[in-house]
């Protein structure tokens, strides 16, 4: 079984091939079913997505403490795949934050879990990609919202600057509420720190970066590089959060080359940002496979003590700009993804979308890439897929608690393991 959300819906790059041959159920539950201010959580139905949450909550002065950058993203997706945002190296994984699931089994019992109900399953879901059974409600922690994020730009020249300064900025927990790193080319970056303000009477100006005419935040943020000032500015919180859903992170510039050009702002930019699924929806066999043969669309997470390394590795075999950096704790546990320490460990999401730069590219590296990632004890999110083999994804993914927990519901003939739904051949 799996849901029969359709992968045109999915905010995921690749179809996801098993939906054709396996039995879809129907869980499109969208909901938001209560927000409780005494033990300060919602409690929501998982097809609900971040662009629907973010504004109801902000509205009864609430937020969640990691808030996805892509309105579409659904907060079961983000729990069975994994999310990571800008506050992440405070809360880590969207996962992280959630307290509480309700579980529906293969055998169609209804299982709660949390930390002290059922711990074992609890921690087993995340990242099982609708393995272990089906989600029908999430419980995530919500904490206070501000008006603001103060976010400062500071442009940094070298990869080691950029490592260091990563480091010192992430472990800086009193002022910076959100850390977020482009790389625009192999020796030059912005740094971004920011932190969640009401502000006071005195602010002058605020940069209300959503609004249609606005430019791209990623071009926004250049700017910064290209003056090589160091900025800082008040951004309202909604629009902070959906900073890279106009533009797609940097994807749209493929889709629409012209669309940062102040005239179409002005006159077409209402129209914007592209819906993901209307574009899947239309898109023909040649611009699925163009974008297979010569687009990388891909994220990992590495040590942060590994920005320099990776980041030279991925400018040889892609040559791919601008990246995108987002920190994330990482916590020792049982689940499929945990930090491999007993301790926590600060790791970096290396995001990198677009048209590979190199004169022989071939989509097939993916794999050289993902055993470089293995070695330095990092991990691959699955949106994409992978080449890795199953025993070398059993070594990046814990599978011992994930294997028990799956006997014990009886999953076996019932739902795929997380391999068969995230291999190449899943998802094409
Ligand atoms: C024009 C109009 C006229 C109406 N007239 C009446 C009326 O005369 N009398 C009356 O009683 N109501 C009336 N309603 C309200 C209507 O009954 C409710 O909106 C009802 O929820 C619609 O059911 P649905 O299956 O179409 O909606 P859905 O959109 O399918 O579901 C509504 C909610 O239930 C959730 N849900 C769906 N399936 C499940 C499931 N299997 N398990 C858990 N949650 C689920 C969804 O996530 C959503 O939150 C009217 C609504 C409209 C728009
Ligand atoms: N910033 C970030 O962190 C970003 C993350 N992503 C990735 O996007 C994906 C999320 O996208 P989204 O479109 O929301 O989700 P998807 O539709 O892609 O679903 C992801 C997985 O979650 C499973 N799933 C979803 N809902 C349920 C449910 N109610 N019960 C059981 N399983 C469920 C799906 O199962 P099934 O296969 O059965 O449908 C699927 O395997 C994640 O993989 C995430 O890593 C993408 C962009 C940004
Ligand atoms: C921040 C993280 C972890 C990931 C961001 C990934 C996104 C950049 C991609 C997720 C889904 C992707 C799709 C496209 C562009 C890149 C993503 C938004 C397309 C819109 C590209 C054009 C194709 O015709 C359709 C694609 C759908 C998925």
């Given at each position: 079984m799996c849901t029969a959300r359709p992968?045109?819906?999915?905010?995921?790059?690749?179809?996801?091939?098993?939906?054709?041959?396996?039995?879809?159920?129907?869980?499109?539950?969208?909901?938001?079913v209560s927000i409780n201010a005494k033990t300060q959580t919602v409690r929501v139905e998982p097809g609900i997505t971040m662009g629907r949450l973010i504004p109801i909550l902000i509205e009864s002065g609430w937020t969640v403490p990691v808030a996805l950058d892509m309105e579409d993203l659904t907060i079961g997706g983000l729990v069975m795949g994994i999310g990571l945002e800008s506050s992440s190296h405070k809360f880590g994984l969207f996962h992280e934050t959630c307290t509480r699931?309700?579980?529906?089994?293969?055998?169609?019992?209804?299982?709660?879990?949390?930390?002290?109900?059922?711990?074992?399953?609890?921690e087993s879901i995340p990242y099982s990609y609708g393995?272990?059974?089906?989600?029908?409600?999430?419980?995530?922690?919500?904490?206070?919202?501000?008006?603001?994020?103060?976010l400062k730009y500071r442009p940094i020249r070298t990869l080691e600057k950029m490592e260091s300064r990563l480091i010192v900025e992430t472990s800086d927990l009193e002022h910076n509420d959100f850390v977020e790193l482009l790389i625009y080319n192999k020796e030059e970056g912005v740094l971004m720190t920011g932190k969640m303000?009401?502000?006071?009477?005195?602010?002058?100006?605020?940069?209300?970066?959503?609004?249609?005419?606005?430019?791209?935040?990623?071009?926004?943020?250049?700017?910064f590089l290209l003056t090589w000032k160091i900025g800082e500015e008040y951004i309202p919180l909604k629009d902070y959060y959906f900073r890279h859903n106009?533009?797609?992170?940097?994807?749209?510039?493929?889709?629409?080359?012209f669309g940062n050009h102040p005239v179409f702002r002005y006159l077409l930019g209402w129209l914007m940002p592209a819906k993901v699924a209307l574009l899947k929806l239309t898109q023909t066999d040649t611009i699925k496979q163009l974008y297979a043969k010569h687009h990388f669309i891909d994220d990992f997470i590495l040590p942060i003590s590994s920005l320099k390394k990776s980041v030279q590795q991925f400018h040889t075999i892609l040559n791919i700009y601008p990246i995108w950096v987002c920190?994330?704790?990482?916590?020792?546990?049982?689940?499929?993804?945990?930090?491999?320490?007993?301790v926590n460990n600060m790791y970096i999401d290396i995001g990198l979308y677009g048209e590979p730069k190199v004169s022989k590219y071939n989509p097939t590296i993916l794999r050289d890439l993902e055993i470089f990632v293995l070695k330095l004890k990092g991990f691959k999110m699955m949106y994409a897929g992978t080449y890795l083999n199953i025993d070398e994804f059993k070594t990046m993914f814990d599978h011992r608690l994930y294997d028990r927990i799956r006997q014990n519901l009886r999953c076996k003939s019932n739902f795929p393991e997380v391999y068969d739904k995230v291999n190449r051949k899943a998802r094409i």
């Open positions: 992968s045109w819906r999915s905010m995921t790059i690749a179809d996801m091939a098993y939906k054709k041959y396996m039995y879809n159920i129907d869980v499109h539950l969208d909901g938001i699931y309700e579980l529906i089994t293969a055998n169609g019992d209804l299982i709660i879990c949390s930390k002290s109900v059922n711990a074992d399953i609890f393995t272990l059974g089906f989600l029908t409600a999430v419980d995530i922690q919500i904490i206070p919202a501000k008006k603001y994020v103060k303000t009401d502000g006071n009477k005195d602010i002058k100006y605020v940069n209300r970066i959503g609004r249609f005419y606005k430019p791209w935040f990623f071009k926004h943020v250049e700017s106009k533009s797609l992170f940097w994807e749209i510039q493929d889709i629409i080359p920190p994330t704790i990482l916590r020792p546990g049982k689940g499929l993804m945990h930090s491999p320490a007993t």
